[in-house]
T-cell receptor, first 115, second 111 residues
């Protein structure tokens, strides 16, 4: 039971490059989320998805793009990376979005450094 | 906009002590509240989830309470152990399953 996995775990890139962070869950959870964690800000929601082909913005979506063609995958793309996007990125999933009744399960995180 | 505050930001206690972590939120219209644990360099592990209709939840030495009307939750840890050392995060679900997190309480339990 793999649960929720993220790849890569560590990534160093340069300003202006495109970067894609992968997230995969094996539970067939309907909801998936991307958060970033920064010192002083805590965890902030970037994008979320209620089901395949349904995505919506969170608190800090600028500079990010998501897609969800399959229930189990939710990639996050930085189209042109900036230094301010240096952060730890967490993917999460949960089942049942109606009324927000269920627990969110988090992946191990991807530490991204933009030089 | 929902805002979540956790006090204290850091806490250091000797092993065996009972302790309380506090979480407050500004908008009482919530669906549920979750407490998470995060070890250094790791992801988040869910500890307890309290639905808005509940007053408390218990798991082992952990007890979380919720007072929705006053916008407060507490996480009580009984008989603390060094293995409890971690950052504890409170998160509020105000709708659509999206969570608003506090900045956490960093707990150190010394032997």
């Amino acid at each position: 039971d793999a649960g929720i996995t993220q790849s890569p775990r560590y990534k160093i890139t340069e300003t202006g490059r495109q970067v894609t962070l992968m997230c995969h869950q094996t539970w067939s959870h309907s909801y998936m989320f991307w958060y970033r964690q920064d010192l002083g800000h805590g965890l902030r929601l970037i994008y979320y998805s209620a089901a395949a082909d349904i995505t919506d913005k969170g608190e800090v979506p600028d500079g990010y793009v998501v897609s969800r063609s399959k229930t189990e995958n939710f990639p996050l793309t930085l189209e042109s990376a900036t230094r301010s996007q240096t952060s730890v990125y967490f993917c999460a999933s949960s089942d049942e979005g109606r009324g927000g009744t269920d627990t969110q399960y988090f992946g191990p995180g991807t530490r991204l450094t933009v030089l | 906009k929902q805002e979540v505050t956790q006090i204290p930001a850091a806490l250091s206690v000797p092993e065996g002590e009972n302790l309380v972590l506090n979480c407050s939120f500004t908008d009482s219209a919530i669906y549920n509240l979750q407490w998470f644990r995060q070890d250094p360099g790791k992801g988040l592990t869910s500890l307890l989830l309290i639905q808005s209709s509940q007053r408390e939840q218990t798991s082992g030495r952990l007890n979380a309470s919720l007072d929705k009307s006053s916008g407060r939750s507490t996480l009580y840890i009984a008989a603390s152990q060094p293995g409890d050392s971690a950052t504890y995060l409170c998160a509020v679900n105000s709708g659509y399953s999206t969570l608003t997190f506090g900045k956490g309480t960093m707990l150190l339990v010394s032997p």
